[in-house]
């Protein structure tokens, strides 16, 4: 049993009793909604006459349905339609602050809690969505939830868990050159199995993880759900309280934020702390990773060979072998030359300022292969908006990338972004599950945005360092 | 207002077999298939892609297939349900016409979604999971037995030891996996939890104090 973590600590300040069933009923300071899985909590509250408790901890955005182009309304899609005008109903019937379109505030909800600063350490945080474990970045104890558990959380601000075991995720050494928080997590995941992180929360430590910013961070807490754990979480340090400091939260309010900045302090995991399991990954082993097959799992450095299925613990085997057919690929070959037909810049994972900041960065004087479909879709209005200012979206158009709205987009083709038929993607999201970007027959490749700003360019998988080589030259 | 919740201390029924390891919540319903507002008639859905080409025309799968259509008890390997925390994925099963899953192990957040909906997630070791299915292959209409308090699974004529959670057991048992009511009878703890955190200004809910 793990003592003296954030983990513990933020839990057993938020434990509002142990419930029959053994699990703790916890209290929950933030709770974000959006328009995909809360419309059915909302019913279920209805068919119960119950109301949403706490309204003023409840937050909303639109982002997994909404188109990224034309985004009038209606919306062309009937479906986004209808469940845009649930959520809005839903949240005016409450009174929950919503960030539509018109706020200027709209984005994917794992981008704008930590950017308004709602997002802060030792804070609990659900949402009805896997990545919640996001927002851990800032030491925050943040989990997705099923449908179920949001009714409860809408109706009592509560919701019960069990308490996981804390398992320390040291990343020792500095990070190479072009080597980013995604290809760390992505080497993670790789090390540990999509599933080694079932029945733990991850602490992310060491020197190449506090040497991290905040997109940095998030990146890796965003992807611990692909490794199995519910929760990943990064003890609260400076580079966390000035991010703070700079939010909605907090920039007319210093008193307040050195009111908090007491708690903030005290959650964080003592230096004496016992963990469940602790694990080093030397960081500066890592080179930038790209996935070969259809789980998140299946990542190799750029210069090594694709892993023969019969290299996998035996229950991995048959997943390997279909992932291999479904890619595509030969054991032994290496990622490098995979030809790519579209390239995807978003996502929760990457799609902050900085990541396309570095995207930018490679794209700046190249073209956009012929053969492929390039879009950045922002993480939010305001990383747009951030974006445009410092004249990145010319960088993007000029090169042949579409500039598009903030949302979910391709990540998931739950909008009109959808790969078509076999389609390569490069993506810089989360998962490459087979049918996840909207084909059956899609292929997507997880890596870095710079690495898909290489592929974009190149079009096909492309070593970035090399890349750089070549402009220098 | 207070409902009863149905104890879940036993199923039984015939079962179908879905082979393979990790198999996600993508798999199980697609992601277009979440537009919808209410849970209703999503059960057609389940398994979707497998089922049917792109011109709607049936695979081979075992929902497809008559032996299994009245099957209740689904079996599968390992991980089922990685993936997206999507509760639509027990919903869709459940309104298939699922009441209880047999597995090697199942992603944890699948596991709490068919927990919140009454669905038992039993687990096994592989050898067993696989030895299930072959025998529901062969013997599709065979009773399958899950008695979820004495942790074991009846089939074949036999009894074996199975695995629940200690949490999800006593839940599902006692007839307290639905959480909603029970927890919202504790308002004053909730009260002073929050009156404890820092960062909440007003601990006290808006609604939720006189309406139980
Ligand atoms: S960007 Fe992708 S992973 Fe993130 S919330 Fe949207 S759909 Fe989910």
Known sequence: MSRGTLYDKVWEKHRVTTLPNGQDQLFVGLHLIHEVTSPQAFGMLRERDMEVARPDLTHGTVDHILPTDDQSRPYENEAAEEMMAELEKNVREAGIELDHPGTGDQGIVHVIGPEQGLTQPGKTIVCGDSHTSTHGAFGALAFGIGTSQIRDVLATQTVAMEKQAVRRIEVTGELGEAVTAKDVILTIIRELGTDGGVGYVYEYAGEAIENLGMEGRMSICNMSIEGGARAGYVNPDETTYEWLADTDAFRDDPERFEELKQYWESIRSDPDADYDDVVTIDGSAIEPVVTWGTTPGQGIGISEPIPSPEEFPETKQDVAERAQQHMGVEPGE???????????LGSCTNARLPDLRAAAEVVEGRTVDDGVRALVVPGSQRVKRAAEAEGLDEIFRDAGFEWRGAGCSMCLGMNDDQLEGAETCASSSNRNFVGRQGSKEGRTILMSPVMVAAAAVEGEVTDVRELEEVALA | ??????????????????????????????????????????????????????????????????????????????????????????????????????????????????????????????????????????????????????????????????????????????????????MKSNQESIKRTAEQLPYIDDPTPRTGQADD
């Open chain 1, 334 to 344: 290496t990622m490098q030359g995979y030809d790519v037909d579209v390239a995807f």
């Open chain 2, 1 to 182: 207002m207070t409902e009863e919740v149905p104890s879940v201390d036993f199923v039984s029924g015939s079962g179908v077999p879905i082979r393979g390891n990790d198999i996600d919540t993508d798999q199980i319903i697609p992601a277009r298939f979440l537009k919808v507002v209410t849970f209703d008639g999503i059960g057609q859905f389940a398994f979707f892609d497998q089922r049917f080409d792109d011109d709607d025309n049936p695979k081979d799968h075992p929902l497809n297939e008559e032996r299994y259509a009245d099957a209740s008890v689904m079996v599968v390997n390992s991980n089922f349900g990685c993936g997206s925390s999507r509760e639509h994925a027990p919903q869709a099963l459940q309104r298939w016409g699922i009441d209880a899953l047999i597995g090697e192990s199942f992603a944890e957040i699948f596991a709490g979604n068919c927990l919140a909906l009454g669905i038992p997630t039993v687990t096994t070791d592989g050898d067993t999971a696989r030895e299930i299915q072959q025998w529901v292959e062969e013997n599709p209409d065979g009773e399958i037995e899950i008695d979820v308090a004495a942790e074991t699974v009846s089939f074949d004529g036999r009894t074996i030891d199975v695995e629940v959670d200690d949490a999800q057991r006593k839940a599902l048992v006692d007839g307290i996996w639905d959480t909603t009511a029970l």
